[in-house]
């Protein structure tokens, strides 16, 4: 069974910093696109970061410019999102997503997880 699985949410203060990491299982992602989406009760899922097969080339929202890195580790089939300078208006569930082409729609995105719950108090 294909897994994707995402940990590191928790409850931080604004300015603060947080390092997600999701883990695939079941098969690799090595040669797809690893990308990361948030989603906010009621509201779409968004795109926040993604990064290429070889770490070659990233690629972020303009509201995160500057404060989030993507980052993965195909030794062990992991893709990580480092959170800096968190804002209340980061607060949402942060998915991980897998798939061969990049695309900002959560909806072109084949492989998912579960989501990872981040809240950035004032």
């Given at each position: 069974?294909?897994?994707?699985?995402?940990?590191g949410g928790r409850l931080v203060q604004a300015g603060g910093s947080l390092r997600l990491s999701c883990a695939a299982s079941g098969r690799t992602f090595n040669n797809y696109i690893r990308?990361?989406?948030?989603?906010?009760?009621?509201k779409e899922r968004t795109f926040v970061a993604a990064i290429t097969w070889n770490g070659a080339s990233t690629y972020d929202s303009g509201s995160v410019k500057g404060r989030f890195?993507?980052?993965?580790?195909?030794?062990?089939n992991t893709v990580y999102l480092q959170m800096n300078?968190?804002?209340?208006?980061?607060?949402?569930v942060y998915f991980c997503a897998a798939d061969r082409a990049l695309?900002?729609?959560?909806k072109n995105?084949?492989?998912?997880?579960?989501?990872?719950?981040?809240?950035v108090s004032s």
């Open positions: 069974q294909v897994q994707l699985v995402e940990s990308g990361w989406f948030r989603q906010d009760p009621g890195t993507i980052s993965r580790d195909n030794a062990k300078s968190l804002k209340p208006d980061d607060t949402a695309s900002y729609s959560a995105w084949g492989s998912w997880g579960q989501g990872t719950q981040v809240t």
